[in-house]
């Protein structure tokens, strides 16, 4: 250790820096042998400080150790000599996996034997600060002196930036003379220019796809173009950092690359074993929406290899809402389409040595302590005929498994590859009694559809290398793995599992039920797709995972309705109102616009008539502070009508509560401006109304910090309520499901598959205004 650490000083690490080294076992390695080569070159004491520096900066950026010895003897023979150098050559290595590496091309690319004289420097300095005197002259030294430098550096690519910093500086001393008071004081910063009452303010537009920008920042499309600046190019998957290179690897992408011509192939692959959430439409955006903005294709590839938990229902719905929300597969897949293909590959696997038939017993295999399998040595030739066995159905369920010979990221070793399940298959019948893990499923699916970027979610990282593994094992093309972070909501569960025991115990009534948070349920609810996209773009593209508080996504909801539902009047606790100096047959049409804010989008009318309904709550017999509406003493506008009314008489029951009352009205345009205005029905539908709150009291209902008895025990009694006999204004007569208003004053409403033709029923999909008390 303290050789080593004399070794690192002696190439001018401090003492500091050389400890910090030796921690870092992998770098200490790679360090100790650059620097014993290099001596090799220049004796023990013939490294100095400035190749040291060299030699360090290669050893701890440096990915693939083979290329180790060739960069450290450039770096010896000072064929690399500068950092710039030093960058080209990492990455020329980097795109050259295989060997051999052309001498010829890499001097080349890295700039070796290339001198730049002083001379050159100073004569293309000369040239940049002519191009920029005028201005040079103008700003004085306010001027961006990094525009100089950057195109003194363009023009000679290989000089040394040092030298280049002080050339500029000299000429730009000779041509403005040295700094005056005047160039040392502060640059005023501009000041804003104030809006005018006549700027129009540029309402956030609704983003389909997330093409439109959000307003709040940049669009789902946006991002996932500048994703494509962080994720590989297609058939550049070993400059990828940690993707395994063999030596069929650049044959395999050349191949790959000459059928898909370079396109960016994604794909979403759910189990259809449940309904998809919202947590899913980031994931639907992701895949979809990375494809699309870079003009590639998405396959929806259903991972349909757990016969037991798989209906069609789920199939249907999984399409139906990756469809929803705006993206066409460019091909529907299933895993089990390939069934044939990955028992060949499997068959292959045993062959190559790489996998065993195993008996160890489903009990044993769970946890990470695992006790290695006892059969994980048995002969190749045993292993073919037992596999064989396991599908002609000559074992039971549980009595041998196809293991693959790996240990995962997170230490889990030889993980399952096939299992024998005596269930039928949606799709193949009985042609199968064995299937295959998503471990082992899901790259070679990815493979076979030459998928380009193999999209997930974080947790998928520590399956990586597994991925890898076994693309390389069998030889066939290996896509890149990226990982994403998951979107998470707080008052909600979406474990396939809870959603199942909410149904079976009643608390909701299926999965989309208006309470839940899966697409289902969403977009019963109300929910327009548009918003949910928009809120993934709100979210953003995200390597970490974000917990998000369901009023982001109710705000974006209400920027998509605010433009898209055209309005209604709905008084959900009618009181009525009968107007006296009405004539009884007295009745006239009303013109109400759909949108107020704008006209031209479209009108509708409703009757008026001398009885009326109105909010319960509009109405107080006793006059309160700060209260506008209704009182015996305080006339109120009716909304659209064209009418001021004022109380005249009070009705009440023989409970004393108000039924009813009498009231005169007269126009608007002659009586005194009243402090409101309400909205009023006549003539109305009766509707069943449900109104909706959190499913769940607690923010996180699966935590037992917060939520000890359980998820069941944190249940909201009053999630829902039921208003059996809501008064609405007959412009809803036609509306069709799933169709979205705004009852004026109430809140944005979608009409609910439950509806008749005897009777309508909304649901409320959010208020009209958050609530503070929820943020």
Known sequence: MADTLTLFTSIGLSEQKAKETLKNEALSSALKSAITQAQGVHGASGVDKAMGTLLYSMASRLKDTKRLTFLSESIALRKICTEL??????????????????????????????????????????????????????????????????????????????????????????????KTEADLEKKPKPQKAKATENDVKVKEEVAVNGDVNSGEGKSLMEQLRGEALKFHKTG???????????????????????????????????????????????????????????????????????????????????????EWLGYEPYAVTHASDNFQQLYELAVDLIRRGHAYVCHQKGEELKGHNVPPSPWRDRPVEESLVLFERMKKGLFAEGEATLRMKMVMEDGKMDPVAYRIKYTAHHRTGDEWCIYPTYDYTHCLCDSIEDITHSLCTKEFQARRSSYYWLCNALDVYCPVQWEYGRLNLTYTVVSKRKIIKLVETGVVRDWDDPRLFTLTALRRRGFPPEAINNFCARVGVTVSQTTTEPHLLESCVRDVLNDTAPRAMAVLEPLKVTITNLAAASKSDVRVPDFPANEAKGIHTVPFTRTIFIEQSDFREVMEKGYKRLTPEQPVGLRHAGYVISVQKVIKDTQGKVVELEVTCCSSDTAEKPKAFIHWVSQPLVCEVRLYERLFLHKHPEDPSEVPNGFLSDINPNSMQVISSALVDSSVKGAKVFDKFQFERVGYFSLDPDSTADKLVFNRTVTLKEDPGKI
Not at 88 to 103: M, T
Not at 135 to 144: F, G, I, S
Not at 155 to 176: F, R, S, Y
Not at 289 to 309: Q, V
Request: some cysteine; glycine content about 8%; overall charge neutral.
């Open 85 to 178: 150098q030093l960058a080209a050559a990492l990455e020329f290595v980097k795109s050259h996996p295989q060997d051999p590496i052309s001498q010829k091309e890499f001097d080349k690319a890295c700039g070796v034997g290339i001198v730049i004289t002083p001379e050159q420097i100073e004569d293309a300095v000369e040239s940049v600060v002519k191009k920029h005197k005028d201005q040079l002259l103008k700003e004085r030294y306010r001027y961006n002196m990094g525009l100089l430098m950057g195109e003194a550096r363009s023009a000679l690519k290989w000089a040394d930036g040092k030298v280049i910093k002080n050339e500029v500086d000299m000429q730009v001393l000779h041509l403005l003379g040295p």
């Open 236 to 322: 550049e998957n070993y400059k990828t950092e940690g993707y395994v290179i063999t030596p069929n690897t650049m044959s395999l992408l050349k191949k790959h690359l000459e059928l898909t011509g370079g396109q960016i192939r994604t794909r979403f692959p759910p189990e259809p074993n449940g309904i998809l959430h919202i947590g899913h439409a980031k994931a639907i955006n992701f895949n979809f929406g990375y494809a699309k903005a870079n003009n590639g294709i998405c396959f929806l590839r259903y991972d349909d290899t757990n016969p037991e938990k798989e209906e069609e229902k789920y199939f249907t719905a999984i399409k139906d809402m990756v």
